[in-house]
């Protein structure tokens, strides 16, 4: 479910070695299935774990995590990373805006899926985002981009470039192509003015 990096580990194991007798970690997701969900890692000392956390055991500690997070921390990953600048600990959960769907989900959930954990966290970077508003009969993906993509010069080469070939590889025989439905005139509504 969570994948802790040797690295990560050691260093968990360090932090905790300072920490009072039975401490772990708790891995969490704040607002989880939403555009605002952060994660985070923190002390979990004994008394502060519930009846229903799910425990992953590690090499020297035990992650804790609240029954609420579990769904939205599939495939998440933590490392610990030193270089010239120092060290990090990073924490990637690719689920944590919305929930995996199953592969036998509908084609809508399934395509709105796929942008919001792996589209829109690059469209973020810039202050934008996408969202499917239909699929229609033929096959084609509707998409509606907001925030700094309304306006956006590039939104031609991030739409046929970016998101159709993703889709079309991801959906094959499923989605048959894209079709951008924002308004990307410049005005009241576009994000630069």
């Known amino acids: 479910m969570i994948t802790i990096s040797e690295t990560a580990q050691e260093h968990f194991c360090k932090l905790l070695s300072q920490q009072p007798e039975g401490t772990n970690i708790r ?3 704040v607002n989880p299935g939403t555009p605002n969900a952060e994660c985070g890692v923190s002390y979990c000392p004994p008394d502060a774990v519930e009846h229903d956390d799910l425990h992953l055991p590690y090499t020297g500690f035990e992650a804790v995590v609240d029954k609420q997070s579990v769904s939205f921390l599939q495939d998440a990953e933590i490392d610990f990373v030193s270089d010239q600048m120092g060290s990090q600990l990073t924490l990637k959960a690719p689920n944590a805006k919305m929930a995996q769907v199953p592969n036998d989900a509908p084609l809508a959930d399934r395509v709105e899926y796929l942008l919001q954990s792996q589209i829109n966290p690059g469209l973020a970077s810039h202050g934008g985002q996408v969202v499917l508003t239909e699929i229609t009969p033929e ?3 509707i998409l509606q981009f907001g925030g700094g993509c309304n306006g956006c010069s590039m939104i031609d080469v991030t739409l046929k ?3 159709e070939k993703q889709l079309l590889e991801q959906f094959a025989g499923e989605i ?3 079709r951008d439905a924002t308004d990307h ?3 009241e509504h576009s994000y630069y003015q």
Do not use: H, N
């Open 185 to 187: 005139e410049r005005g």
């Open 161 to 163: 470039d970016g998101i």
């Open 139 to 141: 096959g084609l993906a």
């Open 176 to 178: 048959t192509g894209v």
């Open 27 to 29: 891995v969490f997701v």
